[in-house]
């Protein structure tokens, strides 16, 4: 089975433009979660969509968006993009969701903001 | 509030030597708790968990964790490291009201096995 896909695999962009990032969870996976990962830091944890709904978002400005689609995948969107916006992000699915339920990331895109 | 220490940057360690990396917590109430590792220019691989039950885990590639409640520590181990296991590790921690899923990781600890 396909793992955890995501597109496009690297991104350049300019300050204030806005971006589109897109995930497609391993079959059979209903939840998808987003997360950024700075140079050099662990992983920050942006949105959590199950079954088309947000369960929980972290501490990230209103720029940051994301929603779900029927078939499970996901987008995310920034808008006004910033230079600290510059990110490995990273998408993860699991079956259920939950807290003790396994997430399996994405091999990431690369957004570099100039 | 979650947190999770990763007191080593950088761990050495010759070929056929144990490995431990090393990794704290702090949750209300019972953790869940992960292990990552990633490689370059790659995404996180999964190598194993602890829930509850055993508090030895043991995952993928030869991996192991023992979960210590008293000293709220969740160290990764390997009996025998390989030139391959050079890479980033990452330590985890969510819990039942954490806001969804949320993982909460550690800043990561390079490790680099030498031949």
Same mark, same amino acid.
């Given at each position: 089975?396909?793992? #955890?896909?995501?597109?496009?695999?690297?991104?350049?962009?300019?300050?204030?433009?806005? =971006?589109?990032?897109?995930?497609?969870? !391993?079959?059979?996976?209903?939840? =998808?979660?987003?997360?950024?990962? #700075?140079? %050099?830091?662990?992983? +920050?944890? !942006?949105?959590?969509?199950?079954?088309?709904?947000?369960?929980?978002?972290?501490?990230?400005?209103?720029?940051?968006?994301?929603? +779900?689609?029927?078939?499970?995948?996901?987008?995310?969107? #920034?808008?006004? *993009?910033?230079? %600290?916006?510059?990110? *490995?992000? *990273?998408?993860?699915?699991?079956?259920?969701?939950? %807290?003790?339920?396994?997430?399996?990331?994405?091999? %990431?895109?690369?957004?570099? #903001?100039? | 509030?979650?947190?999770?220490?990763?007191?080593?940057?950088?761990?050495?360690?010759?070929?056929?030597?144990?490995?431990?990396?090393?990794?704290?917590?702090?949750?209300?109430?019972?953790?869940?708790?992960?292990?990552?590792?990633? @490689?370059?220019?790659?995404?996180?691989?999964?190598?194993?968990?602890?829930?509850?039950?055993?508090?030895?885990?043991?995952?993928? @590639?030869? /991996?192991?964790?023992?979960?210590?409640?008293?000293?709220?520590? /969740?160290?990764?181990?390997?009996?025998?490291?390989?030139?391959?296991?050079?890479?980033?590790? /990452?330590?985890?921690?969510?819990?039942?009201?954490?806001?969804?899923?949320?993982?909460? /990781?550690?800043?990561?600890?390079?490790?680099?096995?030498?031949?």
């Amino acid at each position: 089975d396909a793992g #955890v896909t995501q597109s496009p695999t690297h991104l350049i962009k300019t300050r204030g433009q806005q =971006v589109t990032l897109r995930c497609s969870p !391993i079959s059979g996976h209903k939840s =998808v979660s987003w997360y950024q990962q #700075v140079l %050099g830091q662990g992983p +920050q944890f !942006i949105f959590q969509y199950y079954e088309k709904e947000e369960r929980g978002r972290g501490n990230f400005p209103d720029r940051f968006s994301a929603r +779900q689609f029927p078939n499970y995948s996901s987008e995310l969107n #920034v808008n006004a *993009l910033l230079l %600290g916006d510059s990110a *490995l992000y *990273l998408c993860a699915s699991s079956f259920s969701g939950t %807290g003790t339920d396994t997430q399996y990331f994405g091999p %990431g895109t690369r957004l570099t #903001v100039l | 509030a979650q947190s999770v220490a990763q007191p080593e940057d950088q761990v050495n360690v010759a070929e056929g030597n144990p490995l431990t990396v090393k990794c704290t917590y702090s949750v209300s109430g019972n953790p869940y708790l992960f292990w990552y590792v990633q @490689y370059p220019n790659r995404g996180l691989q999964f190598l194993l968990k602890y829930i509850t039950g055993d508090n030895l885990v043991k995952g993928s @590639y030869g /991996f192991e964790a023992e979960f210590n409640k008293s000293q709220t520590s /969740f160290h990764l181990k390997k009996p025998s490291a390989l030139v391959s296991d050079s890479a980033l590790y /990452f330590c985890a921690v969510s819990h039942l009201k954490a806001a969804g899923n949320k993982l909460t /990781f550690g800043g990561g600890t390079r490790v680099l096995v030498k031949p």
